[in-house]
């Protein structure tokens, strides 16, 4: 009950003129950077901070707020529109998102991110606040076996799942690997695989493994098509409305809630954000739409492969929010801007922060809420707006798209070599599509890669080397089992998807020839 008349005294701050102003304010700059490929949500916040430095600590939260999920909102738009996710917690949302687009259902791909992100990011918000202590628990029972199983579940599940051959998804797996371990040893300090250069010992920056090999890869796939066609040629024409119809609101209503079932735990335990929970929702959805025999999912873009991963997303932002609130813990990049916001104002965000800082805290909440509320009442209008850079011609879309991706790339550190790095991962995006090899599990490994490294070793420094460590708790043992029947499961359904392509293929050459045709 002291929740709810809390929330209400966070309302009443919120609602204020000039703070729901900051509001709006927050909502369209953190979109607007958040649209930008190669910033993202995380940049949102770190290049909107000095802005809020002139305001009151009050409306410089509320304004965070919203720049925070407005950040978000923005990753999505650039990954269904160009293939380019501004982040890569928008990544999983892209997969499905692009190929709605190019279909000619950009609109509606937009509208179903816009619904899925605010549904997720209230329901996780809700939950936040009348579960805070509850979610500080789960957190808890994270040690470095765990994370390790964690990251270990995630690789092998999205390889599994996503490929269409294991084998491909597990060459996939390796590259994101073989990406990951360049640059310093986070537990040594020696440097590895960077051939003596100065330049790789950052190693390579995840926003250059995405844009290289989804928009470099794409824009160079697409041109060797239009090359073969004998043209330029356009891209179906968006059309529809971005609002969902009841039969889309029945596929798409029960992704959201699997997607905020996976997002919402995820917030809690510092897995590296939000790429964990996407890509096992996107991955669960296309479990499923396998099960259905639905063929939209991979060629035309299901619905469902946007609602899960968005609402997923969303979902992991509201509650890692508690977690920074409630534990000073942040899960995710931009929590961790969060943090310099609040120590900004000579607050350190932990269990005492909502006795001593109250007053701060609840308007803080309560604008989360309202955020998300303006945010969906912006970008749900605009998706359509959003849509009509389809109709430009492929050759300058395209075109454009790489000078963008570029630019965002140059953005990141200012140097040469991460162009030409982009174009060779972009090189390699291209081959992978030729020979239908999955592009998640590369991304996935890239990004959660040195933190199941440095997990493990973790946990075997803690063992003296004792490798039963991995399977001491509870929680590791379900991980691995879960993990062992997925993998079998994939592999039977992928064996018999195999068999029947076989049967097909031999009942087509033993059909009768018409007697036009001979």
């Known amino acids: 009950m002291d929740q709810l008349i809390n929330l209400a005294d966070g309302f009443a701050v919120a609602f204020t003129p000039q703070n729901l102003l900051f509001l709006v304010i927050g909502a369209v ?7 930008l490929p190669g910033l993202g949500s995380a940049m949102a916040v770190a290049l909107l901070l000095p802005v809020t430095f002139s305001l009151d600590p009050t409306g410089a939260f509320i304004m965070f707020a919203s720049i925070y999920f407005g950040g978000l909102f923005g990753d999505s738009t650039a990954g269904i529109l160009l293939n380019t996710p501004g982040n890569s917690s928008a990544i999983a949302t892209t997969f499905e998102g692009h190929r709605m687009a190019k279909s000619g259902r950009a609109a509606k791909a937009l509208g179903t991110s816009a619904i899925g992100a605010f549904i997720g990011g209230t329901i996780a918000c809700v939950l936040v606040v009348f579960f805070a202590p509850y979610i500080v628990e789960l957190a808890k029972v994270f040690g470095p076996a765990e994370y390790f199983a964690l990251a270990v579940f995630a690789f092998v599940a999205i390889s599994a799942v996503v490929a269409d051959s294991i084998v491909r998804g597990l060459v996939a797996l390796g590259l994101g690997f073989a990406l990951a371990l360049v640059g310093i040893d986070g537990m040594t300090g020696a440097e590895r695989f960077t051939g003596g250069s100065p330049v790789f010992f950052d190693g390579i920056s995840i926003i ?15 041109s060797g ?56 929702a996107y991955g669960t959805e296309k479990r499923l739409a396998r099960r259905r025999g639905d063929t939209d999912f991979g060629s035309r873009g299901a619905i469902q492969g946007v609602a899960a991963p968005e609402a997923a997303g969303n979902a992991t932002a509201g509650s890692a929010m508690g977690a920074l609130l409630g534990l000073g813990l942040p899960t995710s990049a931009t929590a961790a801007m969060m943090i310099a916001a609040f120590q900004q104002y ?31 009442i912006i970008n749900l209008p605009f998706a359509a707006v959003w849509a009509n850079l389809l109709l430009i011609p492929r050759h300058y879309l395209y075109a454009g798209i790489t000078v963008v991706a570029m630019l965002g790339v140059y953005a990141i550190a200012s140097r040469v070599v991460d162009l030409w790095l982009a174009l060779a991962i972009g090189v390699v995006g291209f081959v992978m599509r030729r020979f239908s090899i999955p592009l998640a599990p590369v991304l996935i490994a890239a990004i959660l890669g040195p933190m199941a490294e440095t997990q493990m070793r973790r946990a ?49 050459r033993d059909a009768p020839v018409p007697a036009g045709r001979r």
């Open 29 to 35: 700059l953190g979109t607007a950077v958040g649209v």
């Open 208 to 222: 250059v493994i995405t844009v290289g090999l989804l928009a470099i890869g794409e824009v160079l796939h697409v």
């Open 225 to 280: 098509h239009i090359r073969r066609a004998g043209g330029p040629g356009k891209l179906v024409a968006p059309s529809g409305s971005p609002l969902l119809s009841k039969r889309e609101w029945r596929q798409a209503l029960p992704a959201f809630l699997r997607g905020t079932a996976f997002g919402v735990p995820f917030g809690a335990i510092p897995v590296g954000g939000s790429e964990v929970p996407t890509f096992l």
């Open 346 to 376: 000579g607050m350190q965000p932990g269990p005492l922060l909502f006795e001593r800082s109250g007053d701060l805290v609840w308007p803080l909440l309560a604008s989360l809420f309202l955020g998300l509320i303006i945010l969906l």
């Open 460 to 508: 075997l420094a803690v063992s003296e080397g004792d490798p039963t460590i991995f399977v001491s708790s509870p929680l590791t043992v379900v991980l691995y089992a879960l993990l062992a029947i997925i993998v079998t499961v994939s592999v039977l359904q992928h064996a018999r998807h195999a068999r029947r392509e076989r049967l097909e293929a031999a009942a087509r």
